[in-house]
């Protein structure tokens, strides 16, 4: 099984401010990683797939980078809507489908 | 626009089944090129797949919840179901239903908003 490492497990961060969250997958996923947002009563949403893709609606200030084993999503200027949690999760070759433990970003 | 949602017990007793429904609109459940998935998430932890069937009933689940679980459709109610057996605490968490993109078996681009179910005596 692949196993999906996600930092920093939390966040704190002011608005505007530039943050960046990380995911290593345990052997290469060929780019096939997806970030999601969570927030509480709410269903899930897809922010950005195959690393860097953004999703239609998504806001641009969001963006991700990576190959290989190593990926990162970048927040550019946080805005208030943007306190939530966030998970990576890999959706290559053969199941299961794991995600990262998350990262809970809030407030400073 | 495509919807989901999730419907069942909120209260499930240890060592019993869990049952629960997502009923999909806005588009049909026996389109071709499309998977319709389980993702689960306990109190304070992170998400977990359960397992996807595809439209032609083809199914794909967690090997950890492989022996106990069941996922299955049903296109006259365009509905999908899941179904796992012998129940402890370790499984209450949110349950969410949602459906990958075309052509992909775990790119979860639509999701319910999810349902709590506690397993407790």
């Known amino acids: 099984d692949i196993q999906m490492t996600q930092s920093p497990s939390s966040l704190s961060a002011s608005v505007g401010d530039r943050v960046t969250i990380t995911c290593r997958a345990s052997q290469g996923i060929s780019n096939s990683l997806a970030w999601y947002q969570l927030k509480p009563g709410r269903a899930p949403k897809l922010l950005l797939y195959a690393a860097s893709r953004l999703e239609s609606g998504v806001p641009s200030r969001f963006s991700g980078s990576g190959s290989g084993t190593d990926y990162t999503l970048t927040i550019s200027s946080l805005q208030p809507e943007d306190f939530a949690a966030y998970y990576c999760q890999h959706y290559y070759s053969t199941p299961p489908y794991t995600f990262g433990q998350g990262t809970k970003l809030e407030i400073k | 626009q495509l919807q989901l949602q999730e419907s069942g017990p909120g209260l499930v007793k240890p060592s019993e089944t869990l049952s629960l429904t997502c009923t999909v609109s806005?588009?049909?459940?026996?389109?071709?090129?499309?998977?319709w998935g389980w993702i689960r998430q306990p109190p304070g932890k992170g998400l977990e797949w359960i397992g996807n069937?595809?439209?032609?009933?083809?199914?794909y689940y967690n090997p950890s919840l492989k022996s106990r679980v069941t996922i299955s459709v049903d296109t006259s109610k365009n509905q999908f179901s899941l179904t796992l057996r012998s129940v402890t605490a370790a499984d209450t968490a949110v349950y969410y239903c949602?459906?990958?993109?075309?052509?992909?078996?775990?790119?979860?681009?639509?999701w319910g908003q999810g349902t709590l179910v506690t397993v407790s005596s």
């Open positions: 069937i595809y439209h032609s009933g083809s199914t």
């Open positions: 806005g588009a049909s459940i026996s389109s071709s090129s499309y998977y």
């Open positions: 949602a459906r990958p993109a075309a052509g992909t078996p775990a790119l979860f681009d639509y």
